[in-house]
Each structure stands twice: as structure tokens, then as C-alpha cells.
């Protein structure tokens, strides 16, 4: 998936009666036999860093779920693939959602995960992805790992905009 094809399959016009979100929600639906894995990952809601005056604490913000993302991706990649993930740029499809931003609810991942190598059985998955979770800073503890259906697509981007999909992390997919 490049820009361009996101950009041509969810363009908006005036003229248009459905909505960016209803238009994503059909086109992801119509994904959703690519991406058999669903994950939710729920987040720590501060981060902690050292200054010269000590410790400060801060709410997590949409920046810092990308970036813990794109850590759990690249963990989770290794686990799967050992290291062909670094030397040979293997890796698994991703489609991932921050979820909470709209809702004022705490910040949160909804991931589709597809491109699963047939070593892998899908009862490893779980074990896999909390293998991988241990290695990044700022997830919490719980997480959930089940087979996705086609409502999965429907759920992760119920939060979209009418007029925008911003809640959905395109650079990762």
C-alpha cells in the first residue's frame, strides 16, 4: 500500500455523498482477508524522562504512540523472523489505529496483522507479541490477540473523521 493508492481509493469530493470514513471502512473491509490477526495493545498514559531538575512525567500523545508502534513492529518483525527481519527487510503487513485520541479515552493500538510466514502457527501469535511488548518502553501489560473478522476493519476505524482518516497510522502500513 503507497500513498498514492490511499490517496485515490479515499479521495474526497464535494460531490461525494458517502463519507472519508464510510469509504475507508468499505475499502479496509474489503483488506480485511489480508490481515487474519487482530491486536489491541493498550498503552502507559505517561512517559517518564530525566532532566538536570530531576524526573518529569507527561501525558503520551499521538507522536508517541507512532513511535511506540513502529518499536512494537520492528520487535515483533525480529520475533518472527529472527534476523532476516534487519538483514533482508522481512517483515509482517500492518495496519495499525491509535484509538482514544477523539474519545478522550486512554490512548491505545488497534493493529490488523497479516503477511503471517507459514512457520508460524497462529496459536504462536499470542506468545510472539508478548515476547515482543516486553522489549518496548510505555506498553502496558494487557493486551489481546484473536482471529480478525470483517467487523474488525469497521471496529479499528470507527473513531475516523467524516472527513479524514487521521486516526489511522498510514506510514506504518
Known amino acids: 500500500m503507497n500513498l498514492q493508492d490511499i490517496r485515490q481509493h479515499l479521495c474526497y469530493s464535494e460531490t461525494q455523498t458517502q463519507t472519508i ?3 475507508a ?3 479496509l473491509c474489503g483488506l480485511s482477508s489480508q490481515y487474519p490477526i487482530a491486536l489491541t495493545l493498550t498503552l502507559k498514559q505517561t512517559i517518564a524522562y530525566t532532566t538536570p531538575k530531576g524526573t518529569v512525567r507527561r501525558k503520551i500523545n499521538r507522536q508517541d ?7 512494537f513492529i520492528q520487535k515483533l518483525n525480529q520475533q518472527v523472523f529472527g534476523h532476516s527481519a534487519k538483514r533482508h527487510g522481512k517483515h509482517l503487513k500492518y495496519l495499525v ?17 497479516g503477511d503471517i510466514p507459514n512457520h508460524v502457527k497462529l496459536n504462536q501469535i499470542d506468545q510472539l ?9 510505555n506498553i502496558d501489560e ?3 490477540v484473536a482471529l480478525a473478522d470483517s467487523g474488525w476493519m469497521q471496529y479499528i476505524t470507527k473513531e475516523c ?13
Do not use: F, P, Y
Open 21 to 23: 470514513k464510510s469509504t
Open 25 to 27: 471502512q468499505a475499502w
Open 65 to 71: 504512540c507512532e513511535q511506540i508502534a513502529q518499536r
Open 97 to 113: 489505529v491509535v484509538e482514544g485520541e477523539r474519545s478522550k479515552k486512554n490512548l491505545h493500538l488497534h493493529m490488523a496483522i
Open 129 to 137: 507479541v508478548t515476547k515482543a511488548k516486553l522489549l518496548v518502553e
Open 142 to 144: 494487557q493486551h489481546k
Open 161 to 173: 473523521g467524516k472527513h479524514d482518516t487521521d486516526i489511522v497510522l498510514w506510514q506504518l502500513a
